[in-house]
């Protein structure tokens, strides 16, 4: 009789162990409803930062106004002293007299049609800030379906729209940063990294948190800051204590 020869049976492959080494999460231990003052709670937040990438700092105020009001709008622009730690693409769209402004002082894409063309054709919106003239707006107001829902259409409130493009361009990459009213009357913005330190990211916020301030409208009544809080990307809020 002739020996059944064994097949082997080849077992299914099995997927290696990710053998990358885990980042360790510090277990931050703080009273989540107490109001810190500013210096602990941006302690509290640079130390809660320990993904594997440089955290987002960011701002979240809710306000005592009702957006629904015409007269209660909170809206405006702030330079931080420190930037956001973020490298900003700039387009701006102009008359050809102003381009070589535009380029010197830095934008990264500088047209006028040709640049209208591309948006419609392409669906083009590889940038991060739209500037142009106020000569210039009935033209980018053919593509404000496209670029209105992306938040870069450019409006005179928050300094995209300007007579000075050396300024304008400067002031984006320079660190300009817009506040406005979501609708649960509630303010969003980045006021830096986590790799900034407590120092900067102090400053960046003094300087965000007295704009805001100062735009509290008139019909506004009662306390205007209800709430403050700061967090990073990946970690807790914190609430910051305010008296105002």
Not at 64 to 93: E, W, Y
Not at 126 to 151: E, N
Not at 167 to 176: H, I, L, Q
């Amino acid at each position: 009789m002739s020996k059944v020869e064994k097949k082997e049976v080849k077992k299914p492959a099995t997927k290696e162990k990710d053998k990358r080494p885990r980042v360790r999460r510090e277990k931050l231990e703080f009273d989540k409803n107490k109001l810190h003052q500013i210096d602990e709670a941006l302690d509290l937040v640079v130390r809660g930062a320990t993904a594997k990438f440089d955290e987002s700092i960011e701002l979240h105020v809710r306000l005592g106004v009702d957006g629904r009001q015409a007269d209660q709008q909170v809206r405006g622009t702030v330079v931080l002293p420190h930037g956001t730690g973020k490298s900003l693409k700039v387009l701006v769209i102009c008359k050809p007299d102003k381009q070589d402004e535009a380029k010197s002082a830095g934008a990264d894409f500088v047209g006028a049609e040709d640049i209208i063309t591309k948006i419609t054709s392409q669906n083009w919106l590889d940038f991060d800030v739209c500037i142009t003239t106020p000569d210039m707006m009935g033209v980018v107001g053919r593509v404000a379906k496209i670029l209105g829902p992306k938040g870069l259409m450019p409006n005179p409130k928050s300094g995209t729209v300007a007579t000075d493009i050396k300024k304008a361009v400067t002031d984006a990459k320079g660190g300009k940063v817009e506040y406005r009213l979501d609708k649960g009357n509630n303010v969003h913005v980045l006021i830096g990294k986590a790799s900034f330190g407590t120092q900067k990211l102090g400053e960046n916020y003094a300087a965000i948190i007295g704009a805001i301030i100062r735009s509290k409208p008139s019909a506004a009544k009662g306390t205007f800051l209800k709430s403050v809080t700061l967090s990073s990307t990946m970690g807790p809020g914190v609430k910051i204590s305010q008296g105002v």
